[in-house]
């Protein structure tokens, strides 16, 4: 038998003979792909290629290998990839896979390739973590280190595995239950916090085949007119949480809120079977909780509850889809703030599944009549004194209007700074909006009002709170008003030194 090296060139010899006669692709100009080296990677490489009928040959330099190859119907030859020629009478490849399993051979091929063909795609296996930084020298556009490559997929694998376990685990206890799922919101909520209570009471119904009843429950205010008009397009059910409500509930449910008593009024006691949050609160969850998913790094709520539909291939309904995008979009400030890549990634599943329509009108809502009179009570009731503008609204039972007063009247002329407020069930309220840059409104409403309720804020915009607690006896809210702002305003005014000038214009 004739030696192996002498062997191989003499097949190297022969092989325009073999394109000639036993090849298409060989013959072509260019061809897609071609694989250098192929051992197990590679074989496992030609046969996904093959599968999806994408044109390649395939180079080794073993003749066994080739044969067997060919055996297969792939196009292969035998050459030595340290033979500078080795490419010689071959196509141009688009891309090159150079996958042996022997290091020197590799760099040689990618030297020979990127020199001959420098637009054909190279990437090149590193047999070890030397030649990572090698054949990235040499210009190898992707190079892979098949360790490391099954060391990430395994963790990728395992993390799919224990949030597609936690999908499982949940929708396994609701398939349990039957009877009635109280599904408590945080107090005052807002998008995110509805739209998973809408996501789990659609995992829960589809979980018990019908068998539980899901009742979305809230506290608090629905006060900013976005939220109102997401409630209202989306025909989102919700009641108020009453103690009746809670008898009547055989499950509790606390979704965006990290235990009971924290961000919502139950009582701390109160045994709840399933908390869904991404808030940190510090404190363990109670130890009865049947089912917690308590993860701090997401941006929303709604994107974990999207998770969940996504593992448990639910079919996620439009206006789940749109309160869901609209949730996670809203705690994330348009995707601005505290935003991760599953976030992202969450909302782009969701996005197609979305009313693009509905999100436009929920974004941009018509101004509530309440808030146009409290805008017009605002305009009307203004005194403006040397630049600062006081504007008496009187009761008001929807406290976001008061700021958007105060932002529509900060824009009249000679008006430096303005104070609106007004009377609700508990507090007086005031807000307060400034263009004079020689004041710190924040800190000057601080020390007008700090001592008697809570005040602050920044340089242009700053509010206050003010209890009622000591003037309970007067029955009528608006009458109260009226008899105590004054004494309050002077703390402010004194401040200011508005109180030195006794000229009072009106505009
Ligand atoms: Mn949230």
């Not at 694989?35 to 030609?46: D, E, K, Q, R």
């Not at 080795?86 to 996958?99: R, Y």
């Not at 308590?294 to 709604?302: C, D, K, L, Q, W």
């Not at 406290?399 to 407020?421: H, K, S």
Request: aromatic residues 6%.
């Amino acid at each position: 038998m004739e030696p192996i090296n002498k062997m191989r060139s003499f097949t190297i010899i022969r092989m325009p003979d073999v394109v000639q006669n036993f090849s298409k692709s060989a013959s072509k100009d260019r061809i897609k792909y071609i694989i250098l080296g192929c051992g197990s990677t590679g074989y496992n490489v030609a046969e996904e290629l093959q599968q999806e009928n994408e044109d390649l040959i395939i180079i080794d330099r073993d003749e066994k290998r080739v044969e067997d190859l060919r055996d297969r119907k792939y196009e292969a030859f035998v050459r030595d990839l340290r033979d500078p020629d080795f490419m010689k009478n071959l196509p141009v490849p688009e891309v090159a896979f150079i996958l042996s399993n022997d290091k020197d051979a590799n760099l040689a091929a990618l030297k020979t390739v990127k020199t001959r063909f420098p637009a054909t795609h190279v990437i090149a296996r590193a047999v070890d973590p030397v030649s990572i930084d090698l054949l990235q020298k040499e210009g190898a556009d992707i190079v892979l280190y098949p360790q490391k490559v099954v060391a990430k997929t395994a963790i990728h694998h395992i993390r799919r595995l224990h949030s597609s376990r936690l999908a499982m685990r949940l929708y396994d206890l609701l398939a349990t239950w039957e009877g009635t799922l109280g599904i408590v919101t945080h107090i005052n909520p807002d998008p995110d916090a509805i739209s998973s209570a809408m996501a789990l009471s659609m995992i829960a119904h589809h979980a018990s085949n019908n068998a539980l009843n899901c009742r979305i429950l809230y506290e608090g205010n629905i006060g900013h007119q976005e939220n109102r008009a997401f409630i209202n397009l989306l025909e989102i059910k919700m009641e108020r949480l009453t103690p009746q409500i809670l008898e009547e509930c055989d499950y509790l449910a606390l979704v965006d809120s990290s235990a009971p008593g924290i961000n919502n009024e139950l009582a701390k006691t109160t045994r709840v079977n399933i908390i869904i949050d991404h808030h940190k609160n510090g404190e363990q969850p109670p130890a009865a909780v049947d089912f917690v998913d308590i993860r701090s790094g997401v941006g929303a709520t709604a994107s974990i509850m999207t998770q969940y539909l996504m593992e448990l291939d639910i079919p996620v309904s439009m206006p789940v889809a749109t309160a869901l995008f609209y949730g996670i979009r809203a705690d994330t400030r348009d995707f601005k703030r505290n935003v991760t890549p599953q976030d992202l990634n969450y909302a782009a599943f969701l996005l197609p599944l979305t009313d693009s329509e509905l999100l436009d009108k929920i974004t941009s809502p018509s101004i509530s009549l309440e808030t146009v009179e409290i805008l017009g009570s605002a305009i009307r009731n203004r005194k403006i004194k040397s630049g600062y503008l006081f504007s008496n609204v009187g009761y008001i039972r929807n406290r976001d209007a008061l700021p958007q007063a105060a932002d529509l009247l900060i824009q009249l002329e000679g008006v430096n700074t303005a104070l609106v407020y007004g009377i609700g069930d508990q507090n007086i309220i005031i807000s307060a909006r400034n263009k004079d840059i020689r004041l710190h409104l924040g800190n000057v409403m601080a020390e007008a009002f700090g001592s008697i309720g809570e005040a602050g804020g920044h340089a242009t915009m700053a509010a206050a709170m003010i209890p009622l607690n000591y003037f309970t006896m007067v029955r009528n809210k608006e009458e109260l008003l009226a008899l105590i702002i004054d004494p309050i305003l002077k703390r402010f005014t004194s401040i200011v030194g508005l109180d030195n000038e006794d000229k009072q214009d009106e505009i």
